[in-house]
């Protein structure tokens, strides 16, 4: 007889035990022999441990076929080892990324006092010889603060990895509560396990490995109260790529709305002092200023040693990109405005000017309504998928594949958080914010005093 101790009794909806082995297994079924199908058109080129992987692979869909409870837990703990070896695999081979060689020396120029935004890094020329004229670090420096103890240990990438498992972590412990043990465990397990999700990126070296991994730990604190937590892990997103802000603007509008509402009811009732900030609660105020000030904490200093080359190298560099097709396939930089230029019939120049205008219409457009529809943690992260879907399809820049990886995992959680039984977290009535605690329930947010 199986064992039913693994199931969750917080909400009669959530898949039982049996039923969430058996999805469990179809999940993990699916993903396995979907990738023998990739397995089967790659050249050793591509995976030089081809063998290896199908190996595994096979023995994996073996044991999950088996219809056995204590079997399924095994597999399950072996999903975990089976994802970090295969990140390490593809976080130690060998690359002439300009974006790993770029970050990899940005670290050195801060380890030796240098500004990595007034510095070219050198080191992209030695192992890109058609590259003519590379700029100088192009993304906010918070990446090249995380990235500092794996560059002493030799690899950089190795830090992209670790953030990439600490994020299947967080998924599993924020989905445990809101969908179930077993869908949990599913969801994990395809993120460990789907290889076309973190291969290419990870031997490119690119940082969005660790802008996800702070947003999953946003949501995660908040969830369990730790609003001051969910705050500076949000500020950490914005710090650390510049199109953090997909998250951070609806998140920040979570953040700062309680103290918004407090205000506004303050002002009503004619209290119009400057004093009224001293009678708010220091949960409502102090939220919104840790996110704000651990952000300028991060990026300005570097900032301001020369604001122009960092001006330069972090927005006109990106801006100044033409919707062009990469690689000389029009499915590499997957755009809107890329497309129309594959497509034939306009030129790069020509498209540019729409992009960019499109562009900045959409996001004003998504961010107003944002301002008017986000009101708990689900409704942010559902605006915040917008946001980065309608950002990227708009680009007039270099959009490749791995990026849609974020608004994907921005919706994947406001699914986890609206399918739970606090799906819809509210913020109480103004004119109660004074009088009761607010805690994780239904109809209101847990601030940490």
């Known amino acids: 007889m199986e064992n039913h101790s693994d199931a969750t009794d917080a909400n009669p909806a959530r898949i039982g035990p ?46 999950t076929l088996i219809p056995w409870g204590h079997l399924t837990r095994l597999v399950w703990l072996l999903v975990w080892p089976a994802g970090a070896l295969m990140r390490w695999d593809w976080a130690t081979r060998d690359t002439r990324s300009d974006v790993y060689w770029a970050t990899s020396q940005g670290v050195s120029f801060l380890l030796h006092g240098m500004n990595p ?91 969005d490995f660790f802008l996800v991994f702070w947003i999953a730990l946003a949501v995660l604190l908040y969830a369990r109260g730790r609003i001051i937590g969910s705050a500076l892990a949000a500020a950490m997103v914005m710090g650390t790529k510049q199109y953090g802000f997909i998250f951070a603007i609806p998140w920040g509008i979570v953040l700062v709305r309680p103290l918004m509402i407090a205000l506004w009811e303050r002002w009503r009732a004619g209290e119009h002092d400057w004093r009224v900030m001293r009678a708010i609660p220091r949960r409502l105020w102090l939220p919104p200023i840790a996110c704000a000030a651990l952000t300028t904490l991060v990026i300005a200093p570097l900032a301001l040693l020369s604001p122009q080359a960092f001006i330069d190298s972090t927005f006109l560099h990106h801006a100044r990109k033409v919707p062009s097709a990469m690689l000389g396939t029009p499915q590499w930089n997957e755009s809107i405005a890329a497309q129309i230029v594959a497509l034939g019939g306009f030129s790069p120049e020509r498209v540019k000017p729409f992009a960019s205008a499109t562009l900045a219409l959409s996001v004003l457009v998504i961010v107003g309504f944002a301002v008017v529809k986000v009101r708990d943690m689900a409704s942010a992260l559902q605006w915040s998928a917008i946001l980065g879907g309608v950002f990227f399809a708009f680009s007039g820049g270099d959009v490749q594949f791995f990026y849609w990886r974020l608004p994907l995992f921005l919706f994947l959680l406001y699914v986890i958080v609206a399918w739970s039984d606090d799906s819809r977290q509210r913020i109480p009535p103004a004119d109660s914010l004074d009088q009761q605690p ?12």
Do not use: C
């Open 18 to 63: 049996w039923a969430g082995r058996d999805l469990f297994r179809f999940v993990l079924l699916a993903l396995l022999i979907g990738q023998m199908l990739v397995y089967y058109d790659t050249a050793t080129k591509a995976i030089p441990h081809i063998n290896v992987y199908l190996l595994v692979n096979i023995g994996l869909i073996l044991l």
């Open 117 to 207: 935004y007034t510095h070219v890094p050198t080191w992209v020329y030695e192992h890109q010889a058609n590259v003519a004229n590379y700029p100088t670090y192009t993304y906010f420096p918070g990446s090249l603060f995380a990235e500092i103890p794996f560059y002493l240990l030799g690899n950089v990438r190795i830090g992209l990895a670790l953030a990439d498992l600490a994020t299947a972590v967080l998924i599993y412990l924020l989905a445990r509560h809101g969908l179930g043990l077993w869908p949990a465990r599913s969801l994990t397990a395809f993120w460990l396990l789907f290889l076309p999700g973190f291969q290419i990126a990870l031997v490119l070296g690119i940082l």
């Open 438 to 449: 607010l805690s994780y329930r239904r109809n209101s947010v847990r601030l940490s005093r």
